[in-house]
């Protein structure tokens, strides 16, 4: 929780009379880092976006459903922790 008001703050403005203006919501920049580490999972492993997740150190976590070596092979999900950005 300490760790959100600190980032919320970062992202505002100060106004006069006590006003905080908002430069953009805190969730939209989480996930925009989120976003380009799950594109490089994506690219790395050829699979299909599952989930992601931002975690509390400056990584997120990926999610991925990498398709199977042949016809009959079974995708198998492979989640990897990345650093944001």
Same mark, same amino acid.
């Given at each position: =929780?300490?760790?959100?008001?600190?980032?919320?703050?970062?992202?505002? @403005?100060? =106004? /006069?009379?006590? #006003?905080? *203006? %908002?430069?953009?919501?805190? =969730? #939209? =920049?989480? #996930?925009?880092?989120?976003?380009?580490?799950? #594109?490089? $999972?994506?690219? *790395? @492993?050829?699979? @299909? %976006?599952?989930?992601?997740? /931002?975690?509390?150190?400056?990584?997120?976590? $990926?999610?991925?459903?990498?398709?199977?070596?042949?016809?009959?092979?079974?995708?198998?999900? *492979? @989640?990897?922790? $990345?650093?944001?950005?």
């Amino acid at each position: =929780m300490l760790a959100t008001l600190f980032l919320s703050a970062v992202a505002a @403005t100060a =106004m /006069p009379a006590g #006003q905080v *203006e %908002l430069k953009r919501p805190l =969730m #939209q =920049m989480v #996930q925009l880092d989120c976003g380009g580490a799950a #594109q490089r $999972v994506v690219a *790395e @492993t050829g699979g @299909t %976006l599952l989930s992601v997740s /931002p975690g509390p150190d400056g990584t997120c976590s $990926v999610t991925v459903l990498i398709p199977g070596n042949g016809s009959d092979d079974r995708p198998r999900r *492979e @989640t990897r922790t $990345v650093p944001a950005g």
